[in-house]
């Protein structure tokens, strides 16, 4: 199968003040942004990021270590929107693993834990860590009209909700499914975590 990974970098981080997803991230200080696609795109190498349009920080981030990028004019408008732009800008995959870019100790392997699913032939799969659910969250392609008409800030939860019965748990051993950054205080707990497993 060809699934294909999105990564939505196009929020506004408010809850943080700003600057969310270039803060500096390990022990290389690379931006907490790079740190997760590299992350997705170990597991995934077709990868596009979903980056709000009038976000030429995040956007020349991402130019700059060669990413596959596509701008979202009204991410603003919630992540339904982002989620939408990136499976537009994808439309030819057997599947999606939609991840955050605010999540960088997500581990390699989990990504490939939702793939091998998706390949199995599950129609959404999600990781689970101790009982919960988390991130990054897979979709066959028989989600691919009801994702690009996604809108407002609840994402795909709809989605999953609307086929509840065949959503698929795959628990994996990855605090980094749950380890999103919101606030300053986050980033200064999680981001010195050691870098995830592969």
Do not use: N
Request: hydrophobic share 45%; proline share 5%.
């Amino acid at each position: 199968m060809a699934v294909k990974g999105v990564l939505l970098a196009a929020g506004q981080g408010s809850r943080f003040g700003g600057g969310k997803l270039l803060h500096p991230c390990g022990p290389a200080g690379e931006a907490l942004a790079v740190v997760a696609w590299r992350h997705l795109r170990e597991a995934l190498p077709e990868t596009v990021v979903v980056v709000r349009e009038d976000d030429l920080a995040v956007r020349a981030l991402f130019e700059d270590v060669g990413a596959d990028i596509a701008l979202c004019a009204d991410a603003r408008e919630g992540m339904g929107r982002s989620i939408a732009c990136g499976i537009r800008a994808a439309p030819d995959a057997d599947g999606w693993i939609v991840a955050l870019g605010d999540m960088p100790l997500l581990a390699p392997s989990t990504v490939r834990s939702v793939l091998a699913r998706l390949d199995a032939g599950a129609s959404i799969v999600v990781p689970t860590c101790g009982g919960r659910r988390g991130h990054p969250v897979g979709f066959s392609a028989r989600h691919g009209a009801s994702l690009q008409k996604l809108a407002g800030d609840e994402g795909a939860r709809r989605i999953l909700f609307e086929h509840r019965d065949a959503v698929v748990e795959v628990p994996v051993d990855d605090l980094g499914i749950h380890a999103d950054v919101d606030t300053r205080d986050d980033a200064e707990r999680l981001l010195t975590a050691v870098t995830p497993s592969r």
